[in-house]
């Protein structure tokens, strides 16, 4: 490898991180070319960033698991795969290596790298500002580099003395490239989008299709779009859909697609979603929502115990504006009653729908990296970091 050449890992371990992961990789590789560096990427990733042009050393497409049971079922295959990367890494010295979020894998990761002196930049942080802030001075030992994506969380480092640099939400980037000009909103569309985990299928998507079923009978002119990231989250809709036409035979139509959340997020009047980055991603598309989620009991007590909500909120969008953007609603508050009456507040004409119109506007100019995008500073970001400072 010429001494100019870059080796460069990037660890996604959830399919949101797999999508910033390629777009980075790629804007790199654009970075070296201009500068006249070779950038070799590699790491743990889906198949955004293996159509990228990444290898991969690890498929990271069943590590997206949420809640204290859910880990433990695959613990065996977390220490396997983390024994493999730590080995690898120490062999073959990457000159950096960019962890996207997953605190719970990249943390300790980030601490093995210490030791053995190989470079670790943390692209969007870990919700330390959440969870307390007894991991922010782990952060600042084990990183050289920290790169946010959201305003406020330079704050909540700057006491740390770690390097933090705020550069733009990558959604922000991504959602206005794919905008289509030629789609109109039907204020008559409710989409619904129960996650992208099974444990969010399985808890969220009953009470998502009772709460449809309840506001079609006050609504008559109402649609309902279910709308699923992948092949096996689709299937999991379509067999508790089945269960509830079975029970339920004078519901509503229901349209279950699958890979086409973008579109609908563009076409659909209003939203009904499980808590996570979907719920920026449709802000900045500017479709109003109401956020539903459930935990396992289990997780939910020790969660209760160690969880301090950021600003009183546990939807994105709300933190961001450090007040009620989307109205939230967590376990036994997911029921169709106080659902259907938070989603006719902000149906077309609703009392509560032209403040979160403006709302969610204000949030998608916070979340800008302004006119070179988020996904190139980040890029550059790390470039320039592997290139000046080792």
């Known amino acids: 490898m010429n001494q100019k050449d870059k080796k460069i890992w990037i660890f996604a371990g959830e399919a949101s991180g797999d999508l910033y992961g390629a777009q980075l990789a790629e804007e790199m590789r654009q970075l070296g070319k201009q500068n006249n560096v070779k950038v070799k990427v590699e790491g743990m990733g889906g198949p955004a960033m293996k159509e990228a042009g990444v290898n991969i050393l690890v498929d990271s497409t069943e590590l997206g698991v949420v809640g204290l049971i859910e880990v433990l079922k695959h613990i065996f295959t977390f220490i396997k795969i983390f024994r493999f990367l730590v080995n690898k890494a120490i062999t073959e010295k990457p000159d ?69 640099e705020f550069v733009g939400h990558p959604l922000v980037d991504i959602v206005r ?20 985990r099974a444990m969010e299928v399985n808890r969220l998507l009953l009470p998502m299709l009772q709460t449809a079923e309840t506001l079609y ?30 029970t339920n035979p004078d519901a509503p139509e229901f349209k279950l697609t699958c890979g086409d959340t973008p579109y609908w997020q563009q076409r659909a009047g209003t939203g ?10 449709s802000a900045i598309a500017g479709l109003p929502l109401v956020v539903a989620y459930k935990l396992n009991w289990l997780t939910l007590l020790v969660a209760s115990m160690v969880v301090k909500l950021y600003r009183g909120f546990f939807t994105m969008v709300n933190i961001i504006a450090n007040k009620e953007v989307f109205e939230e609603f967590l376990q036994w508050h997911v029921n169709s009653k106080e659902l259907s009456q938070a989603v006719e ?13 403006s709302d969610i506007n204000k949030v998608a100019r916070q979340l800008s990296g302004g006119s070179e995008g988020a996904l190139y500073k980040a890029a550059k970001a790390c470039f320039e970091f592997t290139t000046k400072n080792l």
């Open 96 to 164: 950096a290596i960019i962890l996207i979020d997953y605190p719970g894998f990249n943390l300790r990761f980030a601490a093995r790298m210490h030791k053995h002196n190989i470079p670790v930049i943390w692209y969007i942080s870990p919700h330390v500002w959440t969870w307390g802030k007894k991991r922010i001075p782990k952060l600042a030992k084990f990183c050289r580099k920290m790169l946010v994506i959201f305003p406020f969380e330079t704050e909540v480092y700057k006491p740390s003395g770690l390097d933090t």
């Open 345 to 357: 507040k902000i149906l077309p004409g609703g009392p509560k729908r032209a403040r979160v119109e």
């Open 177 to 196: 490239n794919r905008r289509d000009k030629s789609i109109t909103r039907d204020p008559d569309t409710l989409l619904l989008l129960p996650g992208s």
């Open 217 to 246: 009978k006050r609504h008559p002119n109402l649609k309902f779009v279910i709308s699923t990231p992948r092949p096996k989250v689709f299937k999991m809709c379509q067999r508790v859909l089945s269960d509830f036409r079975t």
């Open 272 to 281: 009904l979603a499980a808590s996570g980055t979907v719920t920026v991603e």
